[in-house]
């Protein structure tokens, strides 16, 4: 005998308690990959950052074989901040500090690589020694007492390093080879405390 009343069936869905141990999931989950994805990106922008400066010497070298006037990036550090500007020989003595803005002009102003690379400097740690083994320094600009990365019209440049440093601790030198104006970007492995071709 059917008295015409059926007993309501359960709607599919998700109890209290299964959201609950879904979201405490999601939340562990979001704790672990994001400190790990904040780091790879500030590892590509320490990459990125190393690979625009040794563009900015090699576009020197060229333009001094193009135009034949030396050409160079000068660095400059206004309380601990350091920044650069490229600047052409217009007397044919090469690009002097004296010089810089009148018989040696300037193109564009003070670039600051933290306003393009946000969290990467030119900065270096004095613990780990340079590419060559010589014991690290304090001086992230190794372009002789002038600060000066020149290049001349026959394509050698002034030899030297600039160091970059990420604030998680990602560590690029930028180098240029004195003889043929080379430039190579090299990068610290902490693992190893080598530094390698990046």
């Known amino acids: 005998m059917?008295?015409?009343?059926?007993?309501?069936?359960?709607?599919?869905?998700?109890?209290?308690?299964e959201c609950v141990i879904g979201l405490a999931f999601v939340a562990s989950a979001s704790a672990v990959v994001a400190p790990m994805a904040a780091s790879v990106v500030d590892a590509a922008r320490a990459r990125q950052a190393a690979g625009f400066m040794a563009a900015q010497f090699r576009l020197a070298r060229?333009?001094?074989?193009?135009?034949?006037a030396a050409e160079a990036l000068v660095f400059d550090d206004s309380a601990g901040a350091?920044?650069?500007?490229?600047?052409?020989?217009?007397?044919?003595?090469?690009?002097?500090?004296?010089?810089?803005?009148?018989?040696?002009?300037?193109?564009?102003?003070?670039?600051?690589?933290?306003?393009?690379?946000?969290?990467?400097?030119?900065a270096c740690d004095p613990s780990v020694p340079d590419?060559?083994?010589?014991?690290?320094?304090?001086?992230?600009?190794?372009?002789?007492?002038?600060?000066?990365a020149s290049f001349s019209p026959l394509g050698s440049g002034t030899a030297g390093t600039l160091y970059l440093m990420?604030?998680?601790?990602?560590?690029?030198?930028?180098?240029?080879?004195?003889v043929t104006g080379r430039t190579r970007v090299l990068r610290f492995e902490r693992s190893t405390g080598r530094w390698v071709e990046s």
Request: with cysteine; proline share 6%; aromatic share 8%.
């Open 131 to 148: 590419p060559g083994g010589v014991a690290g320094s304090t001086d992230p600009v190794r372009f002789g007492a002038s600060n000066i």
């Open 82 to 122: 350091w920044t650069f500007r490229v600047c052409r020989d217009g007397n044919g003595n090469g690009v002097r500090r004296s010089e810089l803005g009148g018989i040696d002009p300037c193109q564009g102003g003070l670039v600051r690589l933290s306003t393009l690379f946000p969290a990467v400097t030119i």
């Open 62 to 68: 060229q333009q001094a074989a193009r135009t034949g």
């Open 2 to 17: 059917t008295t015409g009343f059926s007993r309501p069936s359960l709607a599919p869905g998700y109890s209290l308690i």
């Open 166 to 178: 990420s604030a998680e601790g990602a560590r690029y030198a930028v180098r240029v080879a004195g």
